[in-house]
């Protein structure tokens, strides 16, 4: 303990008595200052979340850090569209998808020496990033749908003529036409 009686306060930096004393993350605070940086709200073990030296409470917490989009609404299955700018906190905007450019360019890569290129991007793929799909190594960023940008994984790829495709998007533009071909119940399913 430094002279004056007490440790410092990680919020106001005042010297904090044994009896106002609350610890987090070995750090004290007085009771009153121990609040979400966000939303003001006292906070104690249960509710405290802490992001490198700021605290918050776990809903403002999850709405500045955590996952984004479809499901991470406030109940099951909900689409949450509040992205916590009422709370301050500048969204990160998505880049815009861009289709392959550049077919069949592993081949390259290795006859130059490198490591493999995505075809998505023209980058260099390295291990640590590397999904391959479709015979071809790719960013775990790049390894989307041509057509959607959905995500993919090795269960839900299609490939056409060096291009991925989500299942769903390949059905659409590559699979049968016509007449009980659509979608839902009692539709038809093509398999190969």
Known sequence: MPLGGGNKCGCCQKTVYFAE????????FHRSC???????KNLDSTTVAVHENEIYCKACY?????PKGYGYGAGAGTLSMDKGESLGIKP??????QPTNNPNT????QKFGGSDVCPRCGKAVYAAEKVIGAGN???????????????????????????IYCKGCYAKNFGPKGFGYGQGAGALSHTK
């Not at 004393?21 to 004290?28: A, F, K, M, N, P």
């Not at 121990?34 to 003001?40: D, E, S």
């Not at 990160?92 to 998808?97: G, K």
């Open 92 to 97: 990160i905007e998505a880049q815009e998808h």
């Open 62 to 66: 999850g709405k500045k850090y955590g």
């Open 106 to 109: 592993s081949k390259f890569a």
């Open 137 to 163: 190594a790719w960013h775990k960023g790049c390894f989307r749908c041509a057509k959607c940008g959905k995500g993919l994984e090795s269960t839900t790829l299609a490939d056409k003529d060096g291009e």
């Open 34 to 40: 121990f609040l979400c940086m966000v939303c003001r």
């Open 21 to 28: 004393e609350v610890q987090c993350e070995g750090r004290s």
